[in-house]
Structures are given as C-alpha cells and as structure tokens.
C-alpha cells in the first residue's frame, strides 16, 4: 500500500472535521433563538419595553448617539432618588395643596404653575414605570431612541403640519385648569369651547388609543403599563398592548387593504427578510397615534430576535405631509415573565361624563357671573 498517496485524503478529512469544530459555536447561538416548525423565528411571548433612554435626544448631547457608562448609571439613579422621594410616607396632617394645585409625581415644584389648579398630585409612584435603565444596544447605551436624523430629534414639520396644529389648537386649545370656563368668560354664552363635543377630546382621553403611541406603529415606550405580548402564527402576527387594550393584527404575505379603508392603528401587514419580520402601515384615520402624524403615515418596523430574551425593534416614519425627511429610531424589547392584565380605561369610561359634566357647571358659573354679557372678567 502507497501510504503517502493515502495521507492526503486523510489530511483533507482532518481538515473538514476541524471546519466543522469552528463552526459549532455559531450554529449553537443560531439555535438559541426560538423558532417555528417552519424554521422562522419565533417572537411570541411577554415583553418590557419601559426605558429612561427618551424618543427625542436632549439638546446637550448634540449628535452624540451614546451615553458613557458614567452618563447611563447617573440617569438611573437619578430615576432611583426621584422614586424614593415620591414614595415617601406622606403626612397625615399635611395643609391642602395651594391655588396652583400640587406637583404631581414626576414633575418637579418649580413646574406646578403651569399644571393647573385643583391638581392634588399622585400619592405615591406605584403606577409609574418609566423603566430602571437606558436603552443598551450592543454594549452601548443610547442617547435617544431616535437615530435618524443626526441630532436624534424629529424633523422640523411642514407647513401643512403646521397648519394642521393651528386648527386643532383652536377646536380643542390646551391650557391650564383655572378651574373656570374661560372660552365663556372671552368669547360669551355662544362661543365655542373645548368641551362642547366628546368627539373633541384627545383619543386618549376617550380610551380609544393609549397615549404616546404606545399601540404604535411606531410602538413607544410610555410612562407605565408599557408591556407588549407577541402571538405568532404561520398567517399572522398578533401584538397585544398593555395600554389601551389594543391588539395589533399584522397579515403576514399579504396586500394592503384599498386606501379608502381606514383604520384606528392603520393597516399592518408584513414579510420575512431572512430572520427579521418586516411590518409595513398605512391607511391611517386623520389622527393616528403618533403626535402630529397625518393620515398619510407610513411606518416601516423591523422585529429581530437577538437571542431568547432579547427583541430589537426598529422602525422608520415616512409622512410627507407631516414631517420634511423620514425618521428613524430603535431599542431593544426584553422578555418579561409578567403577565398582560386587562387595561380597563378609567373604569368604563365614566370620568368622560364628569368631564363634560364639570364643563357645564363652570359654563353656568360664568354666566351667573355675567359673563359675555358685559359683566364678566
């Protein structure tokens, strides 16, 4: 037997057994993410989006889009002290707050005169959960959630946008609670006001949609109830929000319904690139749950499993009408074993009886006061 030609076979499966050896370790982490029976990845479970890195990145960081590890532990503990003081036992004999009302939780003193009279602040922080840390993202922590442009804040707005705000400023105006009604007190017994219609209130408000879009798309980090549960099948994707009890429907390899159908969250429907799951919206009503959004708001999300405990999510705002260039922004959702309990919106809703109930008590005051007639303020 020729035992020299016979090693270079040998050689040649040495060699191919060592490949394989090196390439073990990538095959485990590929198979640390949890897939389907189809081999996609499988996003469903519980997740805590809650964070202290903010959507718009504050003006002193510039185009910084990282924090040092310094900067990210300081934000946390100043988030600790400012929930040990709110927790605080507070005194039974305690004064009533003043004309300008207390500081609710999370608002510093200094800010009460811009609140509004009558406001007796939060009794402690318990439903605050703005999250215990900034966002970390391979390593780094973040700055903002946006990323896109530089300085990591929204774009300037249009001038339809503009406009657009104007007009509902004027519909429904914010400003504090003096506790009287001032549209009569300013305009007289028939001038509009911002409680003349329920349909004039924020979505909000009405528990039609939870605040900051949180439902999304884009779906934000919010001041509490900020969990999310994903359900995955072969067809669809369901996104279940803690706040406002809505559910996210996304049709996997599918068409956008006919532009004439509008829809509360838009229309989602999405794709796999690979092993990340691609949602792309429209078709939103006239106010979608992104502030200042129009209903030409095209968002673009991007799900990608990192690992079993770890979704990166990022998305991409697309609003001519709204918005001079497209945005875009990313963080990480980590799993959560808590559960998602009902939301129940100020207790079926009652308090918006109230609300509009209070607005005829002042209305009546003020014209008791002669207001609009020559003898009001």
């Known amino acids: 037997m020729n035992h020299a030609a016979s090693a270079v076979p040998t050689r040649s499966l040495l060699t191919l057994c060592l490949a394989a050896l090196i390439a073990l370790p990538a095959v485990a982490a590929e198979d640390d993410i949890p897939r389907m029976a189809d081999g996609k990845p499988d996003l469903s479970g519980f997740y805590n989006i ?25 934000i946390e503990e100043e988030e600790q002290a400012l929930l040990a003081k709110a927790n605080e036992k507070s005194d039974p004999n305690r004064a009533a707050p003043s004309d300008t009302g207390a500081a609710p ?17 939060g009794y402690n ?3 605050i959960d703005r999250g215990s840390s900034a966002v970390s993202i391979d390593g780094a922590y973040r700055t903002s959630i946006i990323s896109e442009p530089a300085n990591g804040r929204m774009p300037p707005i249009t001038d339809a946008a503009r406009e657009r705000r104007a007009a509902r400023r004027a519909l429904t105006p914010f400003r504090a609670n003096k506790g009287v009604a001032w549209w009569i007190q300013e305009g007289g017994a028939e001038a509009p006001g911002p409680y003349d219609d329920i349909e004039q209130r924020p979505h909000a408000e009405r528990c039609i949609m939870g605040f900051g879009s949180t439902q999304g798309p884009p779906m934000l980090p919010a001041l509490y109830n900020n969990h999310k549960r994903i359900v995955q099948t072969d067809t669809h994707v369901m996104i279940l ?22 829809k509360w969250l838009g229309d989602s429907i999405g794709w796999w690139e690979g092993d990340t799951l691609v949602v792309s919206t429209k078709n939103f009503g006239d106010r979608p749950g992104l502030g200042s959004a129009s209903r ?47 939301y129940a919106c100020h207790e079926g809703n ?15 005051e003020a014209l008791a006061a002669g207001a609009g007639t020559g003898g009001g303020e």
């Open 296 to 342: 030409d708001l095209h968002v673009t999300e991007r799900f990608t499993r990192l690992d079993a405990d770890t979704l990166h999510y990022e998305f991409t705002v697309d609003d001519p009408s709204t918005w001079t260039q497209p945005w875009k922004g990313d963080y990480t959702w980590p799993a959560t074993t808590d559960k998602v309990y009902e």
């Open 105 to 121: 939780v999370g608002f510093d003193d200094s800010q009460r005169e811009n609140l509004g009279a009558g406001n007796v602040g």
């Open 50 to 74: 809650a964070t202290l890195t903010p959507l718009q990145r504050p003006a002193r960081y510039g185009d910084n889009l990282f924090l040092t590890a310094e900067e990210a532990k300081a």
């Open 241 to 262: 929000v803690e706040m406002n009890h809505d559910a996210r429907v996304v049709r996997l390899n599918s068409e956008h319904d006919a532009s004439s159908v509008r």
């Open 350 to 364: 009652y308090a918006m009886g109230n609300i509009m109930r209070g607005a005829r008590l002042l209305e009546a």
């Open 125 to 127: 922080a318990f439903w």
